[in-house]
């Protein structure tokens, strides 16, 4: 009886220790066709961000799903062409709702930001034996206020910009606020700090950054608003939100130095191209 308990004990151990990864060298057709990439599963509700995974200086495609919170990684080589790599999963942590990769210390070597807890999560990457690994670098990002500091807030439903937003070389946040209905600006000061980009030291510099108000509109929202002051509580209570779901992704769309903006809302079958102007001196406004 006792070896057959030992025997057990081991069968487990072993099984629970053990890494399965899928044979994707199986050939796989449908009507007469090859399909390309079939074991990756189905796609749900995809994140996307570049990042190269095996250091070989070509950008490589990490997709994070939100219907499974897995990692799906692919390689690209030199040709262009992807291979899906499911090994290369568990070098990444575990995450939850979004991900998206970026830079924040200028190194070369992609970083996480991920939804935690009604903040954000930061793990920052490194280099080991040739492949990418993560480590934890922020267990919740925080903002400087006149209580001390704050928690970041992002909903777990959205997706913030994470990008320099003020161009002035370091990696800051737009995120809808708890109403949904605002864009809040938080900007990372660590170039000002005289820290370089390697920290994360953040500022709610803009309430309603853009000057834009969406209510219950698929249209992009008003533009010229005044700030109404946004959230008294950051508190995520989706009953009381305009929209949830929303997204910001934040890129030079006519290449006059500044950020513009798409924003999409799972609520709606389109997206809003919001660009920035500048007018006078430190003044911006958004226009549709």
């Known amino acids: 009886m006792k070896k057959v308990l ?9 099984n629970a220790n053990a ?54 990684i692919l390689i690209k ?39 935690y807890i009604g903040s954000t999560r930061v793990y920052k990457g490194i280099e080991v034996a040739g492949e990418i690994y993560f480590t934890l670098e922020k267990s919740m990002l925080e903002y400087a206020d006149f209580t001390g500091t704050t928690a970041l807030y992002t909903s777990r439903t959205d997706i913030p910009a994470i990008d320099d937003i003020d161009s002035d070389g370091d990696i800051d946040i737009l995120s809808f606020s708890v ?24 500022e709610l510099n803009e309430l309603c950054w853009g000057s834009l108000y969406e209510g219950f509109t698929c249209y992009g929202g008003d533009l010229h608003v005044a700030c109404k002051g946004g959230d008294a509580v950051e508190d995520e209570n989706e009953g009381e939100r305009a929209h ?22 799972n609520s709606c079958n389109n997206l809003c191209i919001i660009e920035t102007v500048a007018r006078l001196v430190l003044q911006k406004w958004m226009k549709r």
């Open 6 to 14: 030992v025997l057990f004990s081991v069968i487990y151990w072993l």
């Open 19 to 72: 890494q399965y990864i899928p044979n994707t060298t199986i050939t796989a057709a449908q009507y007469g066709s090859t399909l390309d990439l079939p074991f990756i599963g189905g796609l749900t509700a995809p994140q996307f961000s570049d990042v190269d995974v095996n250091f070989d200086g070509i950008n490589d495609l990490f997709i994070f799903d939100r219907g499974t919170w897995l990692p799906i």
């Open 77 to 115: 080589d030199e040709t262009g062409n992807f291979t899906y790599h499911p090994e290369y999963a568990n070098n990444f942590p575990a995450l939850e709702d979004w991900v998206l990769l970026r830079d924040f210390n200028c190194d070369g070597i992609m970083d996480i930001f991920t939804y």
């Open 179 to 202: 109403s949904n209905s605002t864009i809040r600006f938080y900007e990372n000061i660590s170039v000002e700090s005289g820290f370089g980009c390697d920290s994360l030291l953040f």
């Open 244 to 265: 949830i779901g929303s997204t910001i992704v934040t890129y030079d769309q006519d290449g006059d130095g500044d950020v513009d903006a798409i924003l999409g809302d």
